[in-house]
């Protein structure tokens, strides 16, 4: 005998999927483990062959630091800018981001290097003004689970970048994702940012969960990313998560980046789990080379 709830009897019939139109099960069109939704930013396809490397500061904190950035990731072969205007800051008195001004030095830095732009947007009444500068809504990873914010961003018909809570579940994380696609925008990037485990602060700030990345590609037809800085919050780990993450088949990875010659890598912010530009080069390199003998020689 099937289960069926004490709702679903109520209403005669067995429970529904938690999340149906990002799920590949009952999907014709997505039904094959080996397709994945191309996602198009700007000029820049996630969910296809080549690695799509997202790389910027954590925050935008002067428009100096921001270009410089953003030219040096355009050198090291990247395709999109990052870069927060609006900051999700654990505490209050943190740098909580340039807002409106950020916004205008991003657009800036579009204009300069060709990358598109991803910007996470924090709250639904901001939705439209970041529309308005950004090529992708990054949704944080505090704000999984902001169903209004969902709702607004999927409405807005801008690509979506969804972080994973922290301590969220993969079914909690693809329910996330349902509300952009209920809203009939499917163009939605997941993003495996780490989760919190035993060894928090040990020797890393999060744990970066790997497993997930073949779960999802099983589970979703959605391009799923990898970011390694928050995944790992030290610098030294994240070239050697970036190429397990590629390993793993990610469809990209996302990437705080900081100046090469700043003195001191105390940023106002994530200064210590960002990598220099010439870092960046070497794991853009090595994720391109990964990703096109893995097409070489696909598994049986
Ligand atoms: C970020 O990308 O700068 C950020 C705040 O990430 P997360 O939401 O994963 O903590
Ligand atoms: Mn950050």
């Not at 969902?150 to 693809?174: D, F, I």
Request: glycine share 8%; with cysteine; proline share 7%.
């Amino acid at each position: 005998m099937p289960q069926v709830s004490r709702s679903a009897a109520r209403r005669g019939g067995p429970d529904p999927a938690p999340y149906r139109l990002v799920a590949r099960r009952g999907s014709a069109e997505w039904s094959d483990p080996a397709t994945t939704r191309v996602v198009r930013v700007g000029g820049v396809a996630v969910g296809g062959e080549r690695p799509v490397v997202v790389a910027g500061p954590c925050a935008v904190e002067s428009r100096e630091q921001t270009l410089a950035v953003a030219r040096a990731v355009r050198d090291a072969g990247a395709d999109m800018l990052r870069g927060g205007a609006y900051k999700p800051r654990t505490s209050p008195y943190d740098f909580q981001g340039l807002g409106r001004a950020g916004l205008e030095i991003l657009a800036e830095a579009r204009d300069e290097t060709g990358l598109p732009i991803v910007t996470e947007v924090l709250d639904p009444r901001l939705v439209e003004e970041t529309c308005a500068f950004a090529d992708c809504l990054q949704i944080g990873a505090r704000n999984m689970q902001n169903f209004p914010l969902l709702t607004e961003a999927g409405r807005s018909g801008k690509p979506v970048l969804l972080k994973r809570h922290w301590a969220a579940t993969l079914s909690e994380w693809l329910c996330a994702a349902e509300y952009v696609a209920a809203t009939g925008n499917l163009d939605v990037i997941l993003c495996e940012r780490g989760i919190r485990t035993f060894s928090h602060g040990e020797y890393n700030r999060n744990t970066l969960d790997l497993n997930v990345v073949p779960a999802l590609r099983r589970e979703t037809f959605l391009p799923v990313v990898v970011d390694p800085s928050h995944g790992t919050g030290v610098a030294y780990l994240v070239p050697p998560a970036c190429a397990a993450a590629i390993g793993a088949g990610a469809h990209g990875l996302l990437i705080e980046v900081i100046e090469e010659n700043l003195a001191c890598p105390e940023s106002l912010c994530d200064g210590t789990q960002s990598i220099r530009p010439s870092a960046l080069a070497e794991v853009v390199r090595r994720a391109r080379l990964t990703a096109l003998q893995a097409s070489e020689c696909p598994t049986p």
